[in-house]
């Protein structure tokens, strides 16, 4: 039976009655790509129905696509081997699909009821050959336009941009996207550097898949940006001979290149490091200068120049000595002239200090103009000690010391020892002096020398005999003076010497006592003098 039949047959049960027509198809469309298999779902329920057609329509022609009866389903040629239909509930299921497909499919289905519908199935071309392409392919912030291309084959509804994981945002301004049916452009004016940073990419996509692009990368050249020396505030005065550098850095891509400047004269050294031997190689360094370095950028054309920084070479400190008096220095007869030098460096401070305290001038110590070299006139024993000298300059500073000895005395002498003793006592008599050097010592007793020549004489066991007069002489070989100190000594009998009253003690205490009674006494008769007296009656 053809379709027309088929279409009569319908009609005829409709108007006479026997059917109300019912919808028996979802909402469409639906879309299926090439090559896969579709089933056209229906609406109906399982039931047993006299007929079921399926018909298909391009936009011009309309051809029947399955008839199913009761006998079996008769296939039209176009479709034949490739459709089926589910009997119970009429579903149509076509593959594997061809791009001609695509068009209107309409069922009728006669049973109890008659069931009708219609529905668009979309044939879509897988998508495949995402492709990104620019111009130009290398850029140059910010004066570069760029226009990305992305390019696909098959049926592609959407197209995306991606740099990294984050959706290019077009804005209509400075970047823009123009979509045509299988290419996508999107244009950036004015590129930035991290326009592009990428990857990026682009993906093509419709309903049912999506295909991105390979990573894409654009190169854009920036810079130089940010030149900087480090460190860019350097000590004003940088030690000669040492490992001190200057490091140039900029924000550039391509890395730039970079060249030295000493007061806007271009140096023949060119690079990110300038070290102090090639400063001082090419004879600079000794007078402050500035320094600069400009970077170069061989993509964007483009010099910067760093902000200057300013510094001067100057030669460390080395080798103080401090040159003395060589000769035998006596105190009140004596002067010295200490002079401070180095054997190399420039000295810029000179500063004194006597036993780690400074040394200041006085009516007795002069200092030269340059502070290289102090006079003391005359000199005393205070000036006896150590006596520093810093030479310094913005380096460093060192210290030569000198060890002055001026000799005196003997001053201040004593001798200390027990004015009284008992018989069989330690005897220990001192003699102390202030000498330098320390002064020789001759013991004499009662006038005959002794043969003790330490600051300490000693007797182990006094004796009656040793009562008398110790004296002490002190004597200065290099100052030729001499002192002479003496003690008497007492030697008394065992008890004498007791813990006890004094003699003189005694004799306060009896005139005490003969003081208490006179005054009682004196009292007793001033007492009878006021009393009055009373005669007797008988």
Same mark, same amino acid.
């Given at each position: 039976?053809?379709?027309?039949?088929?279409?009569?047959?319908?009609?005829?049960?409709?108007?006479?009655?026997?059917?109300?027509?019912?919808?028996?198809?979802?909402?469409?469309?639906?879309?299926?790509?090439?090559?896969?298999?579709?089933?056209?779902?229906?609406?109906?329920?399982?039931?047993?129905?006299?007929?079921?057609?399926?018909?298909?329509?391009?936009?011009?022609?309309?051809?029947?696509?399955?008839?199913?009866?009761?006998?079996?389903?008769?296939?039209?040629?176009?479709?034949?081997?490739?459709?089926?239909?589910?009997?119970?509930?009429?579903?149509?299921?076509?593959?594997?699909?061809?791009?001609?497909?695509?068009?209107?499919?309409?069922?009728?289905?006669?049973?109890?009821?008659?069931?009708?519908?219609?529905?668009?199935?979309?044939?879509?071309?897988?998508?495949?050959?995402?492709?990104?392409?620019?111009?130009?392919?290398?850029?140059?912030?910010?004066?570069?336009?760029?226009?990305?291309?992305?390019?696909?084959?098959?049926?592609?509804?959407?197209?995306?941009?991606?740099?990294?994981?984050?959706?290019?945002?077009?804005?209509?301004?400075?970047?823009?996207?123009?979509?045509?049916?299988?290419?996508?452009?999107?244009?950036?004016?004015?590129?930035?550097?991290?326009?592009?940073?990428?990857?990026?990419?682009?993906?093509?996509?419709?309903?049912?898949?999506?295909?991105?692009?390979?990573?894409?990368?654009?190169?854009?050249?920036?810079?130089?940006?940010?030149?900087?020396?480090?460190?860019?505030?350097?000590?004003?005065? *940088?030690?000669?001979? @040492?490992?001190?550098? #200057?490091? %140039? =850095? /900029?924000?550039?891509?391509?890395?730039? +290149?970079?060249? $030295?400047?000493?007061?806007?004269?271009?140096?023949?050294?060119?690079?990110?490091?300038?070290?102090?031997?090639?400063?001082?190689?090419?004879?600079?360094?000794?007078?402050?200068?500035?320094?600069?370095?400009?970077?170069?950028?061989?993509?964007?054309?483009?010099?910067?120049?760093?902000?200057?920084?300013?510094?001067?070479?100057?030669?460390?400190?080395?080798?103080?000595?401090?040159?003395?008096?060589?000769?035998?220095? *006596?105190?009140?007869? @004596?002067?010295?002239? #200490?002079? %401070? =030098? /180095?054997?190399?460096?420039?000295?810029? +401070?000179?500063? $004194?200090?006597?036993?780690?305290?400074?040394?200041?001038?006085?009516?007795?110590?002069?200092?030269?103009?340059?502070?290289?070299?102090?006079?003391?006139?005359?000199?005393?024993?205070?000036?006896?000690?150590?006596?520093?000298?810093?030479?310094?300059?913005?380096?460093?500073?060192?210290?030569?010391?000198?060890?002055?000895?001026?000799?005196?005395?003997?001053?201040?002498?004593?001798?200390?020892?027990?004015?009284?003793?008992?018989?069989?006592?330690?005897?220990?008599?001192?003699?102390?002096?202030?000498?330098?050097?320390?002064?020789?010592?001759?013991?004499?007793?009662?006038?005959?020398?002794?043969?003790?020549?330490?600051?300490?004489?000693?007797?182990?066991?006094?004796?009656?005999?040793?009562?008398?007069?110790?004296?002490?002489?002190?004597?200065?070989?290099?100052?030729?003076?001499?002192?002479?100190?003496?003690?008497?000594?007492?030697?008394?009998?065992?008890?004498?010497?007791?813990?006890?009253?004094?003699?003189?003690?005694?004799?306060?205490?009896?005139?005490?006592?003969?003081?208490?009674?006179?005054?009682?006494?004196?009292?007793?008769?001033?007492?009878?003098?006021?009393?009055?007296?009373?005669?007797?009656?008988?």
């Amino acid at each position: 039976m053809d379709l027309v039949s088929v279409k009569w047959i319908v009609l005829v049960l409709c108007l006479s009655g026997c059917c109300s027509a019912q919808d028996a198809l979802p909402d469409g469309p639906v879309e299926a790509v090439v090559g896969s298999n579709v089933t056209l779902k229906t609406l109906l329920k399982e039931a047993v129905y006299d007929v079921i057609l399926w018909n298909f329509s391009d936009g011009k022609d309309s051809i029947n696509v399955v008839t199913l009866r009761a006998s079996g389903p008769k296939v039209s040629e176009r479709f034949a081997g490739r459709v089926s239909v589910d009997k119970a509930t009429g579903a149509l299921t076509l593959g594997p699909l061809k791009v001609e497909d695509g068009g209107d499919y309409s069922i009728s289905a006669v049973g109890d009821a008659t069931w009708t519908g219609e529905t668009k199935l979309r044939v879509l071309e897988p998508v495949s050959d995402v492709i990104i392409k620019s111009d130009p392919l290398e850029a140059i912030e910010p004066n570069t336009t760029v226009i990305l291309t992305c390019t696909a084959k098959g049926s592609v509804a959407k197209f995306t941009w991606i740099n990294g994981t984050a959706p290019i945002m077009a804005d209509g301004k400075r970047v823009t996207q123009k979509d045509v049916e299988t290419s996508s452009s999107l244009t950036i004016r004015n590129v930035l550097r991290w326009d592009l940073m990428g990857p990026i990419y682009c993906s093509a996509a419709n309903t049912l898949e999506t295909k991105k692009s390979a990573p894409f990368n654009l190169t854009v050249f920036y810079g130089p940006e940010e030149v900087t020396i480090t460190p860019p505030k350097p000590n004003p005065f *940088i030690e000669s001979g @040492s490992n001190f550098t #200057l490091t %140039c =850095s /900029a924000q550039s891509h391509p890395p730039a +290149t970079f060249n $030295w400047y000493h007061n806007q004269t271009q140096m023949k050294f060119s690079g990110p490091i300038l070290s102090l031997k090639v400063i001082e190689g090419e004879g600079y360094g000794k007078q402050a200068a500035d320094y600069t370095c400009k970077a170069s950028n061989t993509k964007t054309n483009r010099m910067v120049p760093s902000p200057a920084v300013s510094f001067t070479t100057m030669e460390a400190v080395s080798g103080a000595n401090v040159v003395g008096p060589t000769s035998t220095l *006596i105190a009140g007869n @004596s002067s010295a002239n #200490l002079s %401070c =030098s /180095a054997t190399a460096g420039t000295v810029k +401070t000179t500063t $004194w200090l006597k036993d780690d305290q400074p040394l200041s001038a006085g009516p007795r110590v002069v200092f030269s103009s340059d502070m290289s070299s102090v006079l003391i006139n005359p000199l005393q024993k205070e000036d006896n000690g150590n006596y520093m000298c810093h030479l310094g300059n913005p380096i460093n500073t060192v210290t030569a010391v000198y060890r002055m000895v001026v000799n005196y005395g003997p001053d201040s002498a004593t001798v200390k020892g027990p004015e009284a003793v008992e018989v069989g006592d330690l005897i220990e008599i001192t003699c102390m002096a202030e000498s330098v050097p320390p002064a020789n010592i001759t013991w004499k007793f009662n006038g005959t020398m002794l043969n003790e020549k330490s600051t300490k004489y000693t007797i182990e066991k006094a004796e009656y005999q040793n009562s008398g007069t110790y004296t002490c002489e002190m004597h200065n070989t290099i100052t030729g003076k001499m002192a002479t100190k003496s003690h008497f000594l007492s030697v008394k009998a065992h008890g004498a010497l007791d813990e006890g009253l004094s003699d003189g003690a005694i004799a306060g205490i009896v005139i005490a006592v003969l003081v208490a009674v006179g005054a009682a006494i004196g009292l007793f008769f001033y007492c009878q003098g006021k009393v009055p007296v009373t005669e007797s009656p008988y």
